[in-house]
């Protein structure tokens, strides 16, 4: 029976043969999409490449991709644990070619794999492919699928988009029959969402690009973006159709079970499943710079650890537990994932401090949250006030409130909540006055408290692209600046170091994307709205920058070096007049 690690091997080594150059995972925080919070599938990395924007010295690319879906579009946090194929974290796999081959390559490369490499019994398998899409019906009878297992699919679960624009472009799947042991019926009929019939490969066409007033162009070449759910696979190689029965998700249950002297199959086996998959997503998360905090991605993290600590709080654990599984992720991922190896120290401190701080208020906001329910009597919802006491006094996010009420059959008035958080906000805007600074302005408070934190990737990149979210010229905001004008920009991501700790701000350049030739330059950075928002004073050198639109932006890298040297002078003065 294969590992996941093994699976993992067969696959990269079969493209490399067929020329496919092994390119490394990506980071979970992307940064080359100016909106998407997390990476959250092959293409991403590559997505540039697709519409020719980009060129690499490759045509044919493999990866193992890391994925998170917990935030935005994709968010599955909510059934994890719960059931066989929800994840925060998974692998893709994928094979990608850039206007090299096409349909008639990709179609008997993958079936080969599949069927030869991977040995899965053909005779189990089924795919389907875009409804107009002859060409695809044609190739799929020529490698030997019979005409009855080729399904027609007339919807968009046919033509994959990345988003509302980009590269996209018709596909076909394959699917695994599971067996009639389970409930459930082939794509395209009523019963498809059943556990029966499960999608194991994604072949896109990448043929059309989408823009944002809802055209669509054919692109000038035709590509290959695939996607490879590398669980799902392993799970029907090992005889099982339960993502958390393989090999690799196992034996993080066990370390799981083991530290906290549970049994993985007893009666708390949903928590050690919860565990198991957010001690993925935590770890590789931390490993790609993401710190847990109350904005953004951290706090998409914070809420993440929080959730899998309850879990393990709920197995009767008394002490700090994520940390000490680590080394067994690591044996199941490091080779693989050498940042896991690398990170490995800095995980298990975020994780026991972070566990540690939540344990103060663990069980007091829960004994609440019983109270409140016994007080509520049967069935009633919880009200918005209350999740709000737990979320501010205790640390609960929503989420793990909302989760705790599953088991209960309750739910909490989220309405309620969304009301008691903005008044919050609204007494704190009220309470709070002014220095003077320009950092004050009660402006740069209305937009942390509109726009959220900006998310700062300065730590490891001086490039990334991200989303303009507002402007503002003389005190308030507008829409655009143009061509000779100065203003500041806010964004939702920036590598730009905002001032603070007697460092000074960071300059260089902004690009709008849709045209590169627009030009801005970014003269400062500062925190504004309590250190919260990152504003980027601009003077525009060519072209109009409007909110909402996506952007190029590059640190001045000589100046970025010279400030550290002179932060670091300046340290070390200090030091020699106090030694003095
Ligand atoms: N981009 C496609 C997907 O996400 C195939 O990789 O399914």
């Known amino acids: 029976m294969p590992s996941l690690n093994d699976i993992r091997s067969t696959f990269l080594g079969y493209f490399e043969k067929q020329g496919h150059q092994v390119v490394p995972s990506s980071p979970l925080v992307p940064r080359n999409d100016p909106t998407l919070m997390f990476t959250n599938s092959g293409m991403v990395q590559f997505k540039n490449l697709f519409t020719g924007v980009e060129t690499r010295d ?109 590269p996209c472009g018709p596909c076909t799947e394959i699917f695994f029959d599971h067996g009639d042991k389970y409930w459930g019926g082939p794509p395209g009929s009523p019963e498809e969402d059943g556990d029966r019939f499960v999608e194991i490969w994604n072949l896109v066409f990448m043929q059309n690009e989408q823009f944002e007033d809802g055209s669509m162009r054919a692109l000038d070449m035709q590509s290959i973006d695939t996607g490879m759910g590398i669980e799902r696979v392993a799970a029907l190689l090992q005889g099982t159709n339960d993502n958390y029965s393989t090999d690799l998700i196992r034996a993080l249950i066990e370390a799981s079970a083991d530290a906290t002297s549970s049994d993985p199959d007893g009666p708390g086996k949903t928590h050690h499943r919860v565990i198991a998959d957010h001690l ?139 009301e008691a958080m903005a008044e919050q906000k609204a007494k704190a805007r009220a309470a709070w006055s002014g220095s003077g600074e320009a950092a004050d302005l009660a402006i740069w408070f209305e937009i942390a408290d509109a726009k959220g934190a900006t998310d700062f990737l300065g730590y490891d990149t001086e490039t990334a692209e991200g989303q303009m979210l507002t402007l503002v010229k003389d005190g308030a905001e507008v829409d655009a600046l143009e061509a000779g004008e100065s203003g500041w920009v806010v964004m939702n991501q920036t590598p730009f170091y905002g001032e603070s700790g007697g460092q000074v701000g960071d300059s260089g350049w902004m690009r709008r994307l849709e045209d590169e030739h627009d030009l801005a330059e970014v003269t400062d950075t500062q925190k504004m709205g309590g250190g919260k928002v990152f504003a980027h004073q601009v003077t525009i050198k060519q072209g109009r920058f409007a909110k909402g639109e996506a952007v190029a932006l590059e640190v001045d890298h000589a100046r970025r070096g010279k400030i550290r040297a002179n932060h670091s002078a300046t340290h070390l003065l200090h030091e020699a007049l106090r030694r003095a």
């Open 58 to 166: 490759y045509k044919r690319a493999t990866t193992a991709q890391k994925c998170v879906r917990a935030g935005g579009k994709h968010n599955d946090l909510d059934n994890v644990g719960y059931t066989a194929r929800h994840h925060t974290f998974f692998e893709m796999m994928g094979n990608f070619s850039f206007g090299d081959y096409f349909k008639t390559e990709a179609i008997p490369f993958a079936w080969e794999l599949v069927t030869r490499e991977l040995d899965i019994p053909a005779e189990r398998l089924l795919v389907t492919i875009y409804h107009t899409d002859d060409e695809a019906a044609e190739i799929w009878k020529k490698v030997g699928v019979p005409d009855d297992r080729i399904i027609r699919i007339d919807t968009t679960d046919n033509f994959w988009m990345m988003g509302p624009t980009g």
């Open 280 to 418: 993925r997503s935590t770890s590789f998360l931390i490993a790609d710079g993401v710190m847990p905090s109350n904005d953004g991605r951290g706090y998409v993290l914070r809420r993440i650890m929080r959730r899998a600590m309850r879990h393990a709080h709920m197995l009767g654990a008394k002490d700090p537990v994520m940390h000490r599984l680590v080394p067994a992720l690591v044996r199941q991922m490091g080779q693989a994932y050498p940042e896991l190896v690398r990170a490995q120290p800095l995980i298990e401190e975020t994780l026991k401090l972070e566990e540690t701080r939540f344990k103060q208020t663990l069980d007091r906001g829960l004994k609440l949250l019983d109270d409140e329910l016994v007080r509520l009597g049967e069935g009633a919802k919880l009200p918005g006030q209350a999740a709000f006491k737990l979320y501010d006094t205790y640390g609960f996010p929503l989420d793990l409130t909302q989760d705790a009420l599953r088991e209960r059959g309750r739910e909490v008035d989220t309405g309620g909540f969304d």
